[in-house]
Nanobody, 122 residues
């Protein structure tokens, strides 16, 4: 089973950008669709984006569409989330996840990362 480790979180001002990375260990990375989720303080975890195992398809939550871009490098076993035009409502712990496409979109992936905190100041 793949293991996931996120990095790249931090403090950024509103309007700024951050790129999150999720490094995966295990030989089966290429067989998984990969997703990003987030959980804001006092709120439930919510889906952000997903990318198919080949990188050929992506899908985004409406709240981030046009601002966030998910990508993956299967040679490096890494998935990325480029976040632009950040606003304070994007403040959350961001989690990487792996699983079948439909399960990731449904919020039930097979594997979760530990999360990385993103704080957007106004």
């Amino acid at each position: 089973q793949v293991q996931l480790a996120e990095s790249g979180g931090g403090l950024v001002q509103a309007g700024g950008s951050l790129r999150l990375s999720c490094a995966a260990s295990g030989r089966t990375f290429n067989s998984y669709s990969m997703g990003w989720f987030r959980q804001a303080p006092g709120k439930e975890r919510e889906f952000v984006a997903v990318i198919y195992w080949s990188g050929g398809s992506t899908y985004y939550a409406e709240s981030v569409k046009g601002r966030f871009t998910i990508s993956r490098d299967n040679a490096k076993n890494t998935v990325y989330l480029q976040m632009n035009s950040l606003n304070p409502e994007d403040t959350a712990v961001y989690y990487c996840a792996a699983g079948a496409w439909v399960m990731v979109v449904a919020g039930a992936p097979e594997v979760w990362g530990q999360g990385t905190l993103v704080t957007v100041s106004s």
